[in-house]
C-alpha cells in the first residue's frame, strides 16, 4: 500500500481527542435507596481519584471516524504486480503516417505493446487520424518513461529541434532512439498582414536543417482567401506611437534611439510616429510605448516602458526588467555601440509586433537534431523511478466513514451522550 498525500497521515494526532473527551467525562454516582437512616453512622469522607475510560464503544467508533478521515485525505492505495511488457514502442503522432509506423503495427505480435509519445503514453489507436499536434517535449518524456512497466524502450521520433526543453535528464532506462524524420520540406501559412487594400500572406517553410518566412502580396478584393486565412491570425498595420521624454543629459541617446527607431520602422514596413517631451508635466497615454530616459521615477502606464538604467553587468544594450513591459537601456549610446552592439535587432525583438504570427510560425519548426545529441544522459546508478499505480480504496472508506459515523449517531443517543 502507498499514500498519494502521505503528509495527511499527521491528521491521526486527532486520535488523542476523543480520547482525552472520555477520560475528562465524569461518570455518574450510583444511589442505594435505603428504607431508614438510623442505624447509619457519620464517619469522614475519603477522597479517592481514579483515571479510567468509560463508553468504550462509543470511544472506538469515534476514534475509527477520525482514523478513516485522515486515510481518505491521505488517499492509500493498493498495490498490484503487473508482469512486464518485454518490449514497448513509443510512436511519435506526427509519424501515424509513415510506412515505417504503418509496417510495424501490422507485425506486431500480443507480447508487445505499442503507445503514443505523450504525456501519460496512452495505447495506440489505428483509428484516430493524423492530425497536427504539437511537438512534444522528449526530455520531460524520457523521465516518464522510467515509470513504464516494460523491460525495453524503443522511440520513433522526428526529432524534431523544437521538442528539445530544458536541462538533459539522467535516467536508469536505457532507452533507443529511431529517426524516422522524412526530411521533407513543409510550407505552411502562418498568418497575414493587412496593409491598406493589399494584404501580405506569410507562410513558413521549414525542412530538416532550416526554418525561415515567405511573403506574398495579394490584393483584398481577390478570392479564396478566407479559407486560408481561416485559422490564422490577421493583423492590421495600425502607426505604432512611441513617445520619448528625455532630460538634457540624454539629448545624444534621444537623437540615436529616433534614427533607430524610424529605421526598425522602415525595414519592417511599419508606420512610426515619435514624439518628443522635456515638460516636466508629461503625462503618458496607456498605449503608447514610452521611452523614459531620465532619473526620474518613471510615471504609471499600461504600453511598454524603456527606462534608463545603467547596468555594469548587462550583456547587452537592451535587456528585460522586473515585468513583462518593462525593459532597460543599460548603456549611453554611441555610435560605435549602435552599430556593434545590432541595436536596431534588439528594438525588434523588444517591440514584438508579431507574436501571433511567431507563435503560430513555431509549431511548424521541422528542423531535427541528431539523434545521439537528443538522448538523455544514461546512468546506471540512479535509484530507478517507482510506478505510482494501484487500485485505489478510497469509495471503500467514504462507505465505511457513512455506516461509522450512523452507528456512533445511533449508540451515542441510546447511552444518552
Known amino acids: ?69 485522515g486515510l481518505i485525505l491521505a488517499e492509500p492505495h493498493l498495490n498490484y504486480k503487473a508482469e512486464n511488457s518485454p518490449i514497448t514502442y513509443l510512436v511519435e503522432s506526427s509519424l501515424l503516417s509513415s510506412l515505417e509506423v504503418k509496417s510495424l503495427t501490422d507485425s506486431l505480435n500480443n507480447t508487445a505493446e505499442l503507445r503514443f509519445l505523450q504525456s501519460g503514453f496512452p495505447e495506440y489507436q489505428p483509428e484516430i487520424e493524423n492530425n497536427f499536434s504539437e511537438t512534444p517535449s522528449y526530455w520531460q518524456l524520457a523521465v516518464e518513461m522510467q515509470t513504464l512497466k516494460t523491460d525495453s524502450i524503443v522511440v520513433f521520433t522526428n526529432a524534431f529541434l523544437s521538442g528539445i526543453k530544458g536541462k538533459r535528464p539522467e ?39 532550416s526554418f525561415r518566412f515567405q511573403k506574398e502580396k495579394q490584393h483584398t478584393s481577390s478570392g479564396n482567401q478566407e479559407s486560408e486565412l481561416k485559422n490564422v491570425p490577421v493583423l492590421e498595420v495600425d502607426p505604432l506611437q512611441i513617445t520619448i521624454y528625455s532630460d538634457e543629459e540624454f539629448q545624444a541617446e534621444r537623437r540615436y534611439l529616433e534614427a533607430s ?25 496607456s498605449d503608447e510605448f514610452l521611452v523614459w530616459l531620465s532619473e526620474k521615477p518613471v510615471p504609471k502606464t499600461e504600453g511598454k516602458i524603456l527606462n534608463f538604467r545603467r547596468g555594469t553587468l548587462a550583456n547587452s544594450l537592451i535587456e528585460t526588467g522586473n515585468s513583462k513591459n518593462e525593459y532597460y537601456l543599460t548603456n549611453e549610446l554611441n555610435s560605435e555601440n549602435v552599430v556593434e552592439e545590432h541595436l536596431g535587432e534588439q528594438l525588434i525583438q523588444m517591440l514584438d509586433l508579431y507574436s501571433e504570427i511567431e507563435n503560430v510560425a513555431n509549431k511548424y519548426d521541422r528542423r531535427i537534431m541528431n539523434v545521439g545529441i537528443l538522448k538523455p544522459n544514461f546512468e546506471t546508478g540512479l535509484a530507478p523511478i517507482k510506478n505510482k499505480e494501484g487500485r485505489d480504496i478510497v469509495k471503500y472508506l467514504w462507505i465505511l466513514l457513512i455506516i461509522f ?6 449508540l451515542a443517543r441510546v447511552r444518552k451522550q
Open 1 to 69: 500500500m502507498f499514500f498519494v498525500n502521505p503528509s495527511f497521515l499527521w491528521a491521526l494526532i486527532g486520535l488523542a481527542v476523543p480520547v482525552a473527551i472520555h477520560l475528562w467525562s465524569k461518570k455518574e454516582g450510583k444511589t442505594i435507596k435505603v428504607g431508614s437512616i438510623k442505624f447509619l453512622q457519620e464517619s469522614d469522607s475519603q477522597k479517592s481519584r481514579s483515571i479510567k475510560l468509560n463508553e468504550l464503544w462509543l470511544l472506538l467508533l469515534r476514534m475509527l471516524i477520525i482514523t478513516i478521515v
Open 405 to 410: 459515523i450512523l452507528s456512533e449517531r445511533i
Open 171 to 209: 535516467i536508469s532506462k536505457n532507452i533507443n532512439w529511431i529517426n524516422l524524420n522524412p526530411g521533407e520540406t513543409e510550407k505552411n501559412r502562418v498568418g497575414a498582414i493587412k496593409k491598406g487594400d493589399s494584404l501580405e500572406l506569410i507562410s513558413a517553410i521549414s525542412d530538416a536543417e
Open 261 to 285: 527607431f524610424l529605421a526598425v520602422g522602415k525595414y519592417l514596413e511599419q508606420p512610426i510616429e515619435i514624439r518628443s517631451f522635456e515638460e516636466d508635466n508629461f503625462k503618458p497615454d
